[in-house]
């Protein structure tokens, strides 16, 4: 049976980005994966790479060596068949919680050699998801930029972008003049259940590579 690991770097569980994260894993589920699911904002606490270079050592080459909560999530993730991780977008980038996750997992792979670029050998295939404000294709450029370095060092990788969510569930209670509450209600109903959909098939897609 294959395993998926499912990462949620939100913050806020059961919404946007972890309603989409579960429907992409309940997809690989029903392809017959297995998941192994983690919330980062819920481990326990973690930093980004601290540039110890244990990593680059002869004796634990490719492998970040720092132990703190994401120790057993990267090591989960070295043993996974699939990663399905997915993450707000926070001021034009990905969550402070991914980033750390994201510079733990690729900066372990990186040898600075010449000859051999990646330390990997255990390439899987990576379901990259993005939830934001903004409409899908606004942060195509970003999601592609970080595309290539997961396909370079984690394995084949599909991005999902899902714009335009709703951000908190009664608009009223803030003075948020530039969103259109009504607008945002609308495309919760109709527009979401469509790109859960989407999650769901790429979670399929995911578990029968
Ligand atoms: C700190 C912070 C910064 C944000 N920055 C952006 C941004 O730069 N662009 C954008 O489109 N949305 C931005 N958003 C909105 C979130 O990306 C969006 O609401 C997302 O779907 C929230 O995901 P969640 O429901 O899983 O928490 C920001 C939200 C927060 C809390």
């Not at 051999?116 to 990576?126: A, E, G, K």
């Not at 379901?127 to 595309?147: F, G, H």
């Not at 948020?176 to 919760?188: G, I, L, P, Y």
Request: proline content about 3%.
């Amino acid at each position: 049976m294959k395993k998926i690991v499912a990462i949620n770097a939100s913050p806020r569980k059961g919404w946007n980005t972890d309603m989409i994260v579960m429907e992409a894993a309940k997809g690989a589920e029903s392809a017959g994966a297995y998941i192994k699911k983690t919330d980062l904002y819920k481990i326990e606490k973690f930093t980004g790479c601290i540039s110890c270079f244990g990593c680059k050592r002869e004796k634990n080459l490719g492998q970040c060596i720092y132990k703190d909560g994401l120790a057993p999530v990267l090591e989960e993730i070295r043993k996974a068949d699939g990663l399905i991780i997915g993450s707000p977008n926070y001021l034009g980038d990905f969550s402070a919680a991914f980033r750390s996750l994201y510079e733990r997992l690729v900066f372990q792979y990186i040898t600075y050699n010449t000859e051999v670029q990646s330390y990997n050998d255990h390439r899987i295939p990576v379901l990259l998801i993005m939830t934001s404000n903004a409409p899908d294709d606004s942060y195509m450029e970003l999601m592609n930029k970080y595309k290539a370095v997961f396909d370079s060092f984690i394995g084949p990788t599909e991005i999902l972008a899902v714009g335009e969510t709703m951000q908190v569930s009664d608009y009223s209670q803030f003075n948020w003049t530039m969103f259109n509450a009504e607008d945002r209600k609308v495309k919760q109903e109709t527009v979401f259940p469509e790109q859960c959909r989407k999650a769901f098939e790429a979670g399929v897609r995911l578990a029968a590579e």
